[in-house]
């Protein structure tokens, strides 16, 4: 007799701290440069917005590799095609500490982007095969802890490393890319020895475990529409554009504050280690709203008040951090509304699960990841633009704000296109 809660228990541990880890790394990588902007912009001789612009093309790699990236996991298997996602992202990080023009640091982070594409939608899939449904979006908030984590442990590191500037001969941002480079590497060659592709392969499940997680995971993705199984085909279900376009507001508003927040408590006129400390702050309460919201909304039929009640309240604090003029306001502000941004994203992805299953799960959450992740082009592109516009390191947080909440009501529509799917297919079969 195969216990649930302790299989499903014994399956989170197993999962849930490594596939942690890596994203912790992949986090760190991807927003080191808002530290290294610190001094790179300076020694490069670089404007805010053509950094912004460099910063940005990360996304673009990221949308152009990204379903092609999930598909091929599909086909190679999780362990292998993981490493070798992992191996090559820390090797272009290391590269970014040579970089001597403005056009190889475009270059590099375009290809910084290209390395890393297929992560996040690729767990997301994962998930997709190791957790029956009602365990997802808690699973899903687990594993963005530790984006919240590696803000936390990011934002001090960083402001660390820019302090070793002349160590050795190198400047303060050329070891922010080195030392967060090679644990990336190393991190993916364990990963080939660590990771199963799929549960049947897991030698840490006994037969009659994975027997049972297949039949129940199989009985959920029964009824689902049967040209979901076509990974290419996902990619033009109307529901799929649809939730595309509804999660650019979410990774627009986390970029945007994110990339931006070092710079705005800069302003305040504190030192870079300082800075770095401060910047756990925020990213504690993302942390515990990471796991609140989540979790309760397993326990809740209607996951779309756990999405758009967040989203609400981070645009409601964005707006009111861009209209208090006391620099602790500011800042309280924007540690409550980091905590809103993130807090629903895990319950979001939990609805795709609710029409996608196989192969179009894979192409289906990539689609929707790298259309949604352009935000975070536009977020490094328009809010340097607007600080250089305005002059003002917190203007664009109206901007951010806007956003957000245009995101929170199109989520609102595609809960009721999706309630209304289910309603129809279950009419078919009655």
Known sequence: M????????????????????????????????????????????LSEYAYGLGASLFF??????????????????????????????????IALAFTSSQTMFYILRFLLGACEAGFFPGVLYLLTIWFPR????????????????????????????????????????????????????????????????????AKFLTQDEKDWLNKKIASENS???????????????????????????????????SYWLPTI????????????????????????????????????????????????IGAFCLLMSALVTTPVLQFAFLCVAAAGIFAGQPVFWSLPGRFLKGAGAAAGLAAINSVGN????????????????TGSTIAPMFFLSACLAVAGVLVIIAGRMIAAQANKQADVRA
């Not at 302090?163 to 400047?171: H, I, K, P, R």
């Not at 935000?375 to 607007?386: D, K, L, S, T």
Request: aromatic share 14%; proline share 4%.
């Open 134 to 201: 009602d365990y997802r979006g808690r699973m899903v908030g687990l594993f963005m802890i530790f984006s919240a984590l590696a803000n936390a442990i990011g934002a001090p590191l960083g402001g660390m490393l820019l302090d070793l500037d002349g160590v050795m001969g190198l400047a303060g941002w050329e070891w922010v890319f080195l030392a967060t480079g090679v644990p990336a590497v190393i991190a993916g060659i364990f990963t080939i020895f660590y990771l199963d592709d799929t549960p049947e392969k």
């Open 60 to 93: 673009i790699g990221y949308f152009i590799f990204e379903v092609p990236s999930n598909l091929l996991l599909t086909r190679f298997g999780a362990s292998r095609w993981f490493a070798r996602i992992i191996i090559s992202w820390g090797l272009v990080t």
């Open 2 to 45: 195969v216990s649930e809660k302790a299989l499903i228990s014994k399956i989170t541990w197993r999962l849930m701290p490594f596939l942690g880890l890596l994203y912790l790394i992949a986090y760190i990588d991807r927003q080191n440069v808002s530290f290294a902007k610190l001094q790179m912009v300076g020694d490069l001789g």
């Open 265 to 312: 408590v800069k302003s305040f006129g504190v030192s870079n280690t300082t800075n770095g400390f401060i910047n756990i702050i925020p990213w504690i309460g993302v942390a515990v709203a990471l796991y609140v919201v989540p979790a309760a909304a397993d326990r809740s039929e209607s996951k779309i008040p756990y999405i758009v009640g967040p989203a609400f």
């Open 374 to 389: 352009l935000g975070g082009f536009v977020a490094q592109n328009v809010v340097p633009w607007i600080k250089d516009e």
């Open 223 to 257: 009824h689902m529409e049967e040209h979901a199984e076509n990974g290419f085909r996902a990619l033009i279900n109307k529901q799929v554009l649809f939730m595309s376009l509804c999660f650019v507001g979410f990774p627009l508003a986390a970029y945007g504050l």
